[in-house]
């Protein structure tokens, strides 16, 4: 049996919002294809897309968080928070941004999350992760 969910309103975004949003949801599932959704290849490619570029706020995180789910109603849905959040951190490293993406793990019953925070918090979660979630991997 299916859950009902409930989307987030759709954001009205010009046309380069729109391409650079499909273009990181395109470059998060190549990622994800290419280092077979492994935790420890993602963090080494992230790793080396952290060097330069200025620490992300929480409003550019925020908008960078808008237009995925905005442009992937995958993303928005809420079951698929690996590649909303990896999504996320390419387009704010697209603007020169930095934010931090973290994996946290909970148990019974095993489950995990991925999220990204800016300026020390995490970005448009309805809840803290870190008060369900013990996190395993931050880049």
Do not use: K
């Not at 908008?63 to 905005?70: D, F, L, N, P």
């Not at 995990?112 to 918090?121: D, M, N, R, T």
Request: proline fraction near 7%.
């Amino acid at each position: 049996m299916s859950a009902p969910i409930a989307l987030a309103l759709p954001r009205s975004l010009s046309l380069g919002e729109r391409c650079t949003g499909l273009l990181a949801v395109t470059a998060a599932t190549v990622l994800l294809s290419v280092t077979r959704a492994r935790p420890g290849r993602i963090r080494r490619v992230l790793s080396a897309l952290r060097r330069g570029g200025h620490d992300a706020d929480v409003p550019c995180a925020e908008r960078a968080y808008g237009i995925i789910t905005t442009v992937n109603l995958r993303c928005a849905s809420g079951h698929d928070c690996l590649r909303r959040s990896l999504a996320i951190i390419l387009l704010c490293r697209m603007w020169g941004a930095r934010a931090t993406w973290r994996v946290g793990f909970r148990s019974p019953p095993p489950q995990s999350h991925a999220w990204v925070e800016a300026a020390g918090q995490p970005v448009c979660e309805t809840v803290n992760p870190h008060t369900i979630y013990t996190p395993i991997i931050t880049v």
